[in-house]
């Protein structure tokens, strides 16, 4: 069962950057497409965006779409999540997902298709 660790949130101010990482703790990580999701306070968990395989594949949310950039580096088993322009509304806890299924290439944006998560990191954006 492959861990992820999320790092790099903070407190930032609105129009700031941060960029979030997640480290894999297996090789198994460059099989599996990944997903970040967020989720604000008293709400559900949402999806952000999402990475196939091999990087080509990067389905954005409506709302962080032209701001976050997903990328993955299968050699070093980590994903990032590039965030610029940042809103008060990005405001939460982000978290890393790995899907362990093949889905024909596409990519999943839902929370229960994703196997494994890792612990979340808080992102704050002040306005």
């Known amino acids: 069962q492959v861990q992820l660790v999320e790092s790099g949130g903070g407190l930032v101010q609105a129009g700031g950057s941060l960029r979030l990482s997640c480290a894999a703790s297996e090789r198994t990580f460059e099989h599996y497409s990944m997903g970040w999701f967020r989720q604000a306070r008293a709400k559900e968990r949402e999806f952000v965006a999402a990475?196939?395989?091999?990087?080509?594949?990067?389905p954005y949310a409506d709302s962080v779409k032209g701001r976050f950039t997903i990328s993955r580096d299968n050699a070093k088993n980590t994903l990032h999540l590039q965030m610029n322009s940042l809103k008060a509304e990005d405001t939460a806890v982000y978290y890393c997902?790995?899907?362990?299924?093949?889905?024909?290439?596409?990519?999943?944006?839902?929370?229960?298709?994703?196997?494994?998560w890792g612990q979340g990191t808080q992102v704050t954006v002040s306005s």
């Open positions: 997902a790995a899907d362990r299924k093949w889905r024909w290439g596409v990519l999943s944006t839902e929370v229960s298709d994703y196997d494994y």
């Open positions: 990475i196939s395989v091999g990087g080509g594949n990067t």
